[in-house]
């Protein structure tokens, strides 16, 4: 047995006992009946009449990216890698775009108030035709697809690889997701290797919310930055 498969197997088990556990009461907790043959499943085609899983052609830069179908929804399985106006490699590496994509930011500086502005323009064109930059919601879909405890859907989402700097390690990627700890960039400081946070389409305050990963956790939040982009099919 190769050791990725032995990760997987164990970390498996590990969700699993999460999810077994009882509360500090001695209630039960919410019984998990996550089926990855169900909910996620590699074979048959989706409600697009696309294979479940497979590859699309960006059109605008020949780019070719991996997708996956997760419930009702089809999502990009690999970071965008599209060099938008604006967008960088982390740790302005460009070594790095390869392994992670590019990151982006969506505000520029309104130059009559020096408040930041949220760029319509680029929300609506960043993603390849026919896919969108999902709103907070969708993330949320997701995340109900997967497991509503947060910590397991991590878990399940997260690449068998590439978290060896996270406290909690590495995922099972159950659903052919494979979230890479590309972490985000803001003032010279990266996570790279901690975390992964995707924009989302839905604004907070003079900013942009987005969708983390960070050791065992799932969840939105916000703030300024350079963040990667997972697009969903429309």
């Not at 106006?85 to 070594?95: A, F, L, N, W, Y």
């Not at 993330?139 to 697809?145: R, V």
Request: charged fraction near 25%; hydrophobic fraction near 35%; proline fraction near 3%.
């Amino acid at each position: 047995m190769n050791y990725s498969l032995k990760l997987k197997i164990l970390i498996s088990f590990a969700a699993l006992f999460i999810a077994a556990c009882t509360t500090d009461s001695g209630e039960s907790s919410v019984v998990d009946d996550f089926d990855a043959s169900v909910v996620c499943p590699a074979e048959g085609t989706n409600a697009y009449g696309m294979s479940n899983r497979g590859t699309f052609v960006d059109e605008r830069d020949g780019q070719e990216y991996k997708y996956t179908t997760i419930g009702d929804q089809v999502w990009m399985a690999e970071n965008l890698n599209y060099n938008a106006v604006g967008s960088m490699c982390q740790g302005k590496d460009e070594s790095k775009c390869e392994l992670y994509g590019r990151l982006y930011r969506y505000t520029w500086q309104d130059r009559n108030t020096g408040r930041d502005t949220i760029n319509w323009d680029f929300i609506d064109s960043v993603c390849p035709p026919g896919w969108h930059l999902p709103k907070l919601a969708e993330w949320e879909k997701l995340q109900g697809s997967v497991g509503e405890d947060g910590k397991i859907a991590a878990l399940r989402m997260k690449s068998v690889k590439g978290w060896e700097r996270s406290h909690w390690g590495a995922g099972v990627d159950e659903c052919g997701f494979s979230v890479l700890p590309a972490g985000t960039f803001s003032y010279e400081s990266s996570s790279e290797g901690n975390s992964a946070e995707f924009l989302t389409a839905t604004a907070a305050y003079e900013t942009m919310n987005y969708w983390y990963f960070f050791d065992e956790a799932m969840g939105a939040g916000y703030g300024p930055g350079y963040f990667t982009i997972r697009c969903i099919k429309d």
